[in-house]
């Protein structure tokens, strides 16, 4: 973009195209009403029924589609029967043993496998994968989660993450193969998983629930919708980047096109493909406590029902088992990653090949029948067993006895001289001013392109009704990654200057970004009761991370040649920070502008629960009345406002960077 541009021999300055645009939303805003109702509320003959469409289509699904010889609803049936087949086998496994009968008649005929067996085979795999330290970490992850009476909870939610991770790896990878053979199909696909991971889950529970029942198997499917999108992103670049050298030589030994791909492609991919299942775990870990909600039970249902008591202490503890599955399981798959296969042994016999293997096989079998003569080794003995919930409730209820009024004045100073005061302004700007201006900032940011995209997203939005709930879920938002941001880049500046500090500050980050959102709520009613205050705090407290770790990254990545010659010019460290770093730092920080705005945007609908009146309570309220039209138009809504978000936010990184120099390669 020029600096300047001529207009009847006139130099214009860059601003001015912004100062037209604000000046034209001004008169609209100020002097428009009488004029143009319309621009301020969307005529509602004029509405777009987009929730009636989509529930009269479910229903016709439901009721009367056919495919061939089968119903739609026998073949989502069919599916649900796939799914429910390996996850009842895992469960048996890990969890319920092998059942005769169903309900409260069952009759077990096998135990579960031991804790202490899962314990080892899994502190196997880590020794396999990562050597003695990893072995020692995952040994301690499960140990916590037995130690404090999880355990039965988190061999459920595992046996579900067992099922869905292989299926959400397997899909991804297959539309991955696709898009990377087809840029076509790229093209086709690349929208469809920007809302699979931009509409809140919520949205679609009702049509799965619809769909496939209630039950373990629904929250499978709603785990995969969640967790794929990344497997497939990451299947396409990473089968893109492989090196043309071994393509060429695939060809000189005249590899078929399956060899190619299989034998050549998917090997020469294979860390970067691990990034993907480790991605796919994460989200996967992510979904336990909204999968509860549709019958998936384990931890996430225990945090979800310590939520309806207020009982902070359960929910942390049940959250924190997430937190340690979550790091077992992560460092399993960064391990396998990262590791550098050799030749397998052939010599000796099945134990010396696969010692691994064997022994874990041997523990399992000593430990269940040892288990049979001795209980303590097939169920963790509940006298072993510890808990700090009561002492972290009664915490917060100390917090909220003895500072009651401090944090009211609190509470009440940013709500009456903040939230308040901007929630109206928002409420009062027309849609059409609005969606103009997200238009035109499109266009200086990126193009015809960005600004079509923009202009449109905002005017659906309006025309599907949902223009004023998403005016509220804007203001608390813009309020929370503010606020957000605020706390982050200071703390990031903090860090990446200190080593020592960065290290305490990474384990912190990496906690929360791990802790399920549904665990920052209870504090935050406990202390604050429900409301707006109450949901931005929670939004904050979830959100932050990502501004920290970026900000962390940007000023760790300026090239140690520009501080020098700073310092050589005689700059203050100050100066230095202020006019090297930071500015360098820019595009990083923007993108860590753009990961907060989107996980306060998924942290918004979770709020729903504590009485804000957005788009997260429209949703919710479908869930509650199983109306899917009404939750995925609601849904899609937030999925708009964090498409409009990121891609504004990528322009103005890409422009800030051509404006310092950088290129592409350096971003």
């Known amino acids: 973009m020029q600096a300047s541009a001529i207009r009847n021999g006139i130099a214009l300055p860059r601003w001015s195209g912004w100062a037209i645009a604000l000046f034209c939303f001004v008169l609209l805003w100020k002097f428009g009403a009488e004029q143009l109702p319309w621009?301020?509320?969307?005529?509602?003959?004029?509405?777009?029924?987009?929730?009636?469409?989509?529930?009269?289509?479910?229903?016709?699904?439901?009721?009367?589609?056919?495919?061939?010889?089968?119903?739609?609803?026998?073949?989502?049936?069919?599916?649900?029967?796939?799914?429910?087949?390996?996850?009842?086998?895992?469960?048996?496994?890990?969890?319920?043993?092998?059942?005769?009968?169903?309900?409260?008649?069952?009759?077990?005929?096998?135990?579960?496998?031991?804790?202490?067996?899962?314990?080892?085979?899994?502190?196997?795999?880590?020794?396999?994968?990562?050597?003695?330290?990893?072995?020692?970490?995952?040994?301690?992850?499960?140990?916590?989660?037995?130690?404090?009476?999880?355990?039965?909870?988190?061999?459920?939610?595992?046996?579900?993450?067992?099922?869905?991770?292989?299926?959400?790896?397997?899909?991804?990878?297959?539309?991955?193969?696709?898009?990377?053979?087809?840029?076509?199909?790229?093209?086709?696909?690349?929208?469809?998983?920007?809302?699979?991971?931009?509409?809140?889950?919520?949205?679609?529970?009702?049509?799965?629930?619809?769909?496939?029942?209630?039950?373990?198997?629904?929250?499978?499917?709603?785990?995969?919708?969640?967790?794929?999108?990344?497997?497939?992103?990451?299947?396409?670049?990473?089968?893109?980047?492989?090196?043309?050298?071994?393509?060429?030589?695939?060809?000189?030994?005249?590899?078929?096109?399956?060899?190619?791909?299989?034998?050549?492609?998917?090997?020469?991919?294979?860390?970067?493909?691990?990034?993907?299942?480790?991605?796919?775990?994460?989200?996967?870990?992510?979904?336990?406590?909204?999968?509860?909600?549709?019958?998936?039970?384990?931890?996430?249902?225990?945090?979800?029902?310590?939520?309806?008591?207020?009982?902070?202490?359960?929910?942390?503890?049940?959250?924190?088992?997430?937190?340690?599955?979550?790091?077992?399981?992560?460092?399993?798959?960064?391990?396998?990653?990262?590791?550098?296969?050799?030749?397998?042994?052939?010599?000796?016999?099945?134990?010396?090949?696969?010692?691994?293997?064997?022994?874990?096989?041997?523990?399992?079998?000593?430990?269940?029948?040892?288990?049979?003569?001795?209980?303590?080794?097939?169920?963790?003995p509940e006298a072993l067993e510890l808990s700090t919930g009561t002492f972290w409730s009664e915490v917060v209820a100390w917090i909220n006895v003895n500072f009651f009024d401090a944090i009211e004045a609190v509470k009440n100073a940013v709500l009456l001289n903040l939230l308040i005061p901007f929630k109206r302004f928002l409420l009062d700007l027309p849609w059409l001013g609005v969606a103009g201006l997200l238009a035109f900032a499109g266009w200086r940011l990126g193009g015809w392109q960005l600004a079509v995209l923009a202009g449109v997203l905002a005017f659906l939005i309006a025309a599907t009704g949902q223009w004023e709930k998403a005016m509220i879920t804007v203001y608390l938002c813009g309020i929370s990654v503010l606020f957000a941001m605020l706390i982050g880049v200071p703390v990031g500046i903090l860090a990446a200057e200190r080593e020592r500090l960065w290290t305490v500050v990474r384990v912190v980050i990496d906690t929360l970004q791990t802790l399920p959102s549904f665990v920052y709520l209870m504090p935050a009613v406990m202390l604050f009761r429900v409301g707006d205050f109450t949901a931005m705090v929670a939004v904050v407290a979830y959100a932050v991370a990502p501004a920290i770790r970026y900000t962390v990254l940007g000023l760790q990545h300026v090239d140690p040649k520009l501080i020098e010659a700073g310092r050589a010019m005689g700059c203050t460290p100050n100066q230095i920070l202020l006019r090297i770093k930071l500015k360098l730092a820019l595009p990083e920080i923007m993108l860590g502008l753009n990961q907060t705005v989107m996980f306060a945007l998924s942290m918004l609908v979770i709020t729903a629960l504590v009485g804000t009146r957005d788009l997260g309570q429209e949703v919710y309220i479908a869930l509650t009345k199983a109306d899917p039209g009404r939750g995925l138009v609601a849904g899609l809504a937030v999925a708009f406002i964090a498409i409009i978000t990121d891609r504004l936010n990528q322009a103005g990184a890409r422009a800030a960077r051509a404006r310092l120099g950088l290129g592409d390669a350096q971003a």
């Not at 929730?51 to 009721?63: S, V």
């Not at 696909?189 to 769909?211: C, E």
């Open 39 to 380: 621009a301020f509320e969307y005529p509602r003959k004029a509405m777009i029924p987009a929730a009636r469409w989509i529930g009269d289509f479910t229903k016709w699904l439901l009721n009367e589609a056919t495919f061939g010889l089968f119903t739609f609803q026998e073949f989502t049936r069919f599916i649900a029967a796939v799914i429910d087949f390996p996850y009842r086998i895992a469960l048996s496994l890990l969890s319920t043993g092998f059942l005769q009968g169903e309900g409260s008649a069952a009759v077990q005929i096998t135990p579960p496998l031991s804790w202490i067996a899962v314990i080892v085979t899994f502190t196997l795999l880590g020794l396999h994968a990562g050597g003695m330290r990893l072995a020692a970490l995952v040994a301690a992850c499960l140990g916590f989660v037995a130690l404090f009476g999880q355990w039965q909870s988190a061999m459920v939610t595992l046996a579900s993450i067992l099922v869905a991770v292989p299926l959400g790896v397997a899909g991804g990878a297959a539309l991955g193969v696709l898009a990377w053979r087809s840029p076509a199909f790229e093209r086709a696909i690349r929208p469809v998983l920007d809302l699979m991971q931009t509409i809140p889950v919520f949205a679609y529970l009702v049509p799965i629930l619809f769909l496939f029942g209630f039950g373990p198997t629904a929250a499978v499917v709603a785990t995969l919708i969640y967790a794929m999108p990344p497997m497939t992103r990451v299947t396409q670049l990473a089968l893109s980047r492989v090196p043309g050298e071994l393509t060429d030589l695939g060809r000189m030994v005249g590899c078929s096109r399956r060899q190619m791909l299989w034998r050549v492609m998917v090997p020469a991919s294979m860390p970067s493909l691990m990034v993907g299942v480790n991605q796919v775990i994460m989200l996967s870990l992510n979904m336990v406590i909204i999968a509860s909600m549709i019958g998936a039970g384990g931890l996430g249902f225990d945090v979800l029902a310590a939520l309806r008591r207020l009982d902070f202490g359960a929910g942390l503890e049940a959250g924190l088992a997430i937190v340690a599955l979550a790091v077992a399981l992560d460092r399993l798959s960064q391990a396998f990653a990262a590791r550098r296969t050799g030749a397998a042994p052939t010599a000796g016999n099945p134990v010396q090949r696969h010692p691994y293997l064997a022994g874990a096989l041997a523990t399992i079998v000593i430990a269940g029948l040892a288990g049979l003569a001795v209980p303590a080794v097939q169920t963790y």
